[in-house]
């Protein structure tokens, strides 16, 4: 088990002004509650990390998890895709995990065939080949909600941290 200190990146040490007056009334101190901790804290919310979150979050002795990220809102930019094969064997995989959804709002676009193009130099226009293989372009929002379908299982700070370990156990087994 981990114990993390989350550091908000927000508090840097900054000098006191040089003219400054003191206060009038002494600073109240924060009550001394101890910090959450998790046994899983996981730095960014992408498809990787929501993926982690959500498998651990459906296994047999689910972990307590944080999610850290101040984009967790934001919708994923980049288009993925996979070949068909590859997608439907991951959606498998999930399933039986009791993650459904891949095989269907995980999916944008299926292409039964797919065809690349290839060029020898600037002034070749390329031959086609036919791979022979299906094609799936994965639907960001919607392989986002298969994700996010689980998140009462995780807390999320919505902050970008950098994180201490304060103390490490490592199981041997």
């Known amino acids: 088990m981990c114990t993390f200190d989350l550091i908000d990146r927000r508090n840097k040490f900054s000098p006191p002004p040089l003219f400054s007056t003191p206060p009038s009334t002494p600073p109240s101190t924060p009550p001394s509650t101890p910090p959450p901790t998790y046994d899983v804290v996981i730095l960014g919310s992408g498809p990787t990390s929501?993926?982690?979150?959500?498998?651990?979050?459906?296994?047999?002795?689910?972990?307590?998890?944080?999610?850290?990220?101040?984009?967790?809102?934001?919708?994923?930019?980049?288009?993925?895709?996979?070949?068909?094969?590859e997608w439907s064997h991951l959606a498998g995989l999930y399933s039986a995990r009791g993650l459904d959804g891949l095989g269907g709002a995980g999916v944008d676009v299926s292409w039964d065939g797919t065809d690349c193009y290839f060029k020898e130099g600037t002034d070749d226009e390329g031959s086609r080949v036919d791979v022979g293989a299906g094609y799936k372009r994965i639907s960001r929002g919607g392989l986002k909600g298969c994700f996010t379908e689980k998140e009462g299982g995780w807390d999320v700070v919505k902050e970008d941290h950098r994180a201490r370990i304060t103390n490490l156990n490592v199981a041997k087994g």
Do not use: E, F, Q, R
Request: with cysteine.
């Open 50 to 85: 929501l993926s982690l979150a959500s498998l651990l979050t459906v296994s047999p002795s689910p972990p307590t998890i944080c999610v850290c990220s101040a984009s967790y809102d934001s919708p994923w930019v980049p288009n993925y895709g996979s070949w068909s094969h």
